[in-house]
C-alpha cells in the first residue's frame, strides 16, 4: 500500500485509489502519516483536529475517528492493524508500506548528490522523477492543523529547492535557450526567490539576451524593494557585475544553487 500526500491525501494499492471523504478522518490520517512509525500524543491529534477549541468529548470523539481510519486502512491482503494503541497515543506503522514523501526525498538526495558529483544528466532525471511525483499542493485544500500545515510547508520548500537544482543541472547542460520562458514563469510565480532571477539572468544572457538579462536585474530589485525593503543579494549583484562587464569566466564557471 502506498500513501501519497504531494497533492490531495490519498491511498493507493493493488485496488486502486481511494480517498477520505470525511475531513477530521482525514487531518487524522496525514497528523499520523507525518509522524509515521513514531507515537503521537492523542492530546497532539486532538489538537490537530480541533485546534485550540476541542469540544467537551474529544477524547472519546478521537477514539470513533480512530476506529474509522482503523476500518478504512484495513485490507483483505492486509487484515492486522496499521494503527496501534501506544499510551499515550497512537502509531501508524508503516510495516512495508511507502508514502510518495520518502520517494520524493530520495530522489532530491540523489539529484543533490549526482549535481555536486557533476553527474549532471543522472542530477536532472532524479530530479525531474522527484518533482514528477506531485499532483498538486501538499495535502490538497485540507484544512490542516499546526504540525501538518508546518509539515506542508516544509515539503513545499524542499519542492523549491528540487526546482532550483533542476534548473541548475539543465543551465549545466546548456539548455539555456529551453529554460528561458519556464524561468520567467517561477520568477512571476515567485517574486521573492532570488535564485530564480539570478537563474533567469544566467539563461538570457547565454541566450544572447544581455539587455533582457540586466532588465531581470532591475526587476527584482524593485520587487525586493517594494516588498522588503532591502536590496538584492550579493549572488545576484555578482552576476550583474559579470554581464555589466562581460566577464565570461564568471559567468560560465557560476555555480548557481549553491
Do not use: N
Not at 478504512?72 to 510495516?95: A, M, N, S
Amino acid at each position: 500500500m502506498r500513501y501519497e500526500i504531494l497533492g490531495p491525501l490519498r491511498v493507493v494499492d493493488t485496488k486502486g485509489v481511494t480517498t477520505i471523504s470525511a475531513p477530521k478522518i482525514e487531518v487524522l490520517l496525514a497528523a499520523l502519516l507525518i509522524r509515521a512509525d513514531h507515537l503521537v500524543a492523542a492530546e497532539h491529534l486532538i489538537g490537530e483536529i480541533w485546534g485550540d477549541q476541542p469540544p467537551r468529548r474529544a477524547t472519546a470523539g478521537l477514539h470513533v475517528y480512530i476506529s474509522e481510519l482503523r476500518k478504512f486502512l484495513t485490507r483483505t491482503d492486509r487484515p492486522e492493524g496499521r494503527i496501534q494503541t501506544r499510551p499515550p497515543g497512537y502509531v501508524l506503522e508503516l510495516r512495508g508500506d511507502q508514502t510518495d514523501v520518502q520517494e520524493f526525498l530520495s530522489l532530491v538526495d540523489e539529484g543533490r548528490s549526482r549535481l555536486r558529483e557533476h553527474r549532471l544528466d543522472e542530477a536532472m532525471a532524479a530530479l525531474e522523477r522527484a518533482l514528477g511525483l506531485w499532483r498538486g499542493a501538499p495535502l490538497g485544500d485540507l484544512l490542516k492543523g499546526p504540525s501538518v500545515e508546518a509539515f506542508a510547508t516544509w515539503l513545499s520548500e524542499v519542492r523549491m529547492e528540487a526546482t532550483e537544482l533542476l534548473m541548475d543541472a539543465q543551465l549545466q547542460l546548456g539548455m539555456h535557450r529551453q529554460l528561458v520562458s519556464r524561468l520567467f514563469l517561477l520568477t512571476a510565480e515567485h517574486p521573492l526567490r532570488e535564485s530564480f532571477y539570478k537563474q533567469l539572468m544566467l539563461a538570457l544572457y547565454r541566450s544572447d539576451r544581455t539587455a533582457d538579462a540586466l532588465k531581470v536585474f532591475q526587476t527584482a530589485r524593485r520587487t525586493l524593494h517594494a516588498e522588503l525593503g532591502l536590496e538584492p543579494c550579493r549572488a545576484l549583484q555578482e552576476v550583474q557585475r559579470a554581464i555589466l562587464t562581460a566577464d565570461d569566466r564568471v559567468l560560465r564557471d557560476l555555480v548557481v544553487t549553491e
